[in-house]
């Protein structure tokens, strides 16, 4: 066989694979072994060695390499549980599947300290994003509602009417508390015919008071008094007449004078209000509960009600103020009717249903306002001070009381209506006595 190319003469003995299994050469002293290099030290086609993995614990170290081992791709092992925590980069390996997610335990499992997975919880439905109430939506709403309840007083004031209701010359000096004259007129002003016939009114001209009663706010509790239109009085420059013949005479300003040089009083404000008003505000808060002792039946008052309580609307509750026939007391039970009646229109008006609703809140303001006359020196304010002093008069907030008097011809007792005048003066209304504040205004009635 022919020489290798670049071998020497003695390699015949070779055989010619020498550039696949490697080149061995002689050295010195013709032993092969000591001639040969390390494996693949002139081959270009062998692999480079491969680090041997260490070894686990509890495994025997492996034996003398392969000198030509059969060389494979390196496997990555799949990361278990405990592992799968740990990042790609820190793992190794371009192969890595990505780790599993991590599941939920419900403590150890066994004494190895590994952790048993539990399913994950089922998906849930569809979630539905609920709307978020914005602050802002409400502001607005509560801004547009104080304005709507201050407007409306405003709306109101400027439909009521002004008259001079201050007398001139000597008064009585000022005095504590306040306390306002309400007169009911049986003005006929705003009526259709068809109403004065329903309501029993008749067509009189002019004005004349039904109603004349002193409300006093101070310290002690309110007080409801009223005064029979029949009280036999001096009236100044008149001589000694009904009380209600000073309206007459002088309307508001003649009466406030009259009030006051009888009782001593100061009356510091002034208010009056009309039929239709007085119906107007009763049907307004929705009718209010009387309970007449007996059964009344007047056509002069368009009245015909049952005994025991009850409630009636506005037509009802007029006729029920106005009534006198029917009670031997005659103006006496009708002041009784008339302090019951304003007592209830309070307790309905301070009901917070009122000021929640807004139909009931407009319709009050406004028919207080259509048939509302006060004095030029009582202002908006005043004003309402006195329609919540009426809301407080109702025998367990407030009294109610009649001036008092000696017998049914309408004399008032000296003693005791002196006595009744000087605790208002001072402003004492809490020593007012029952023996004083009665109903009827006589001493055993």
Not at 63 to 85: C, H, I, K, W, Y
Not at 253 to 267: A, C, M, P, S, W
Request: glycine share 12%.
């Amino acid at each position: 066989m022919a020489d290798r190319p670049g071998g020497n003469s003695d390699s015949a003995e070779e055989p010619g694979y020498d550039w696949l299994y490697g080149t061995r050469r002689r050295g010195v002293g013709g032993s092969p072994e000591a001639a040969r290099g390390p494996a693949g030290a002139d081959d270009p086609t062998q692999v480079q060695p491969v680090q041997p993995r260490p070894a686990r614990a509890g495994q025997q170290r492996p034996g003398p390499r392969d000198p030509e081992p059969t060389q494979m791709l390196p496997t990555v092992p799949r990361p278990d549980a405990a592992s799968s925590s740990r990042s790609a980069g820190r793992s190794g390996g371009p192969y890595e599947t990505p780790p599993p997610a991590r599941s939920r335990s419900t403590g150890s499992s066994g004494g190895s300290g590994g952790r048993r997975p539990v399913a994950p919880p089922p998906p849930s439905g569809p979630s539905r994003s609920r709307p978020r109430f914005r602050v802002g939506w409400l502001k607005y709403v509560l801004v547009l509602w104080l304005a709507f309840l201050v407007a409306v007083p405003l709306l109101a004031w400027s439909k009521i009417d002004k008259v001079d209701a201050t007398p001139s010359g000597e008064r009585p000096s000022s005095q504590p508390g306040t306390t306002y004259l309400l007169v009911g007129s049986d003005s006929r002003e705003g009526l259709t015919r068809k109403q004065q016939l329903a309501y029993g009114v008749g067509r009189a001209e002019g004005r004349r008071t039904d109603t004349i009663m002193l409300l006093h706010t101070g310290s002690g509790p309110n007080m409801l008094m009223s005064i029979p239109r029949d009280s036999i009085v001096p009236v100044p420059g008149h001589g000694t007449t009904k009380i209600n013949a000073a309206f007459a005479y002088g309307g508001p300003k003649l009466l406030v004078e009259t009030v006051e040089q009888n009782t001593g009083i100061r009356v510091d404000d002034y208010v009056e209000i009309g039929f239709a008003g007085f119906i107007g505000v009763v049907d307004a808060v929705g009718g209010v509960r009387i309970c007449p002792k007996q059964a009344m039946k007047d056509k002069l008052a368009s009245l015909d009600i049952k005994k025991g309580c009850q409630e009636v609307q506005g037509t009802e509750a007029l006729g029920y103020a106005r009534s006198r026939h029917t009670s031997g007391l005659g103006d006496i039970a009708r002041a009784q009717h008339q302090r019951e009646v304003v007592s209830a229109v309070g307790a309905k008006a301070a009901s917070p249903w009122t000021v929640l609703n807004p139909v009931r809140y407009y319709r009050l303001a406004m028919a207080g306002a259509q048939s509302l006359r006060v004095g030029k020196d009582t202002g908006m304010i005043a004003t309402m001070r006195f329609a919540w002093a009426m809301t407080r008069v109702d025998g367990k907030n407030g009294l109610t009381c009649g001036v008092p008097i000696s017998d049914l011809a309408v004399h008032w007792d000296p003693e005791r209506s002196r006595r009744m005048f000087k605790l208002i003066q001072e402003d004492r209304t809490a020593d007012i006595s029952r023996s004083l504040c009665r109903q009827s205004g006589l001493r055993n009635q």
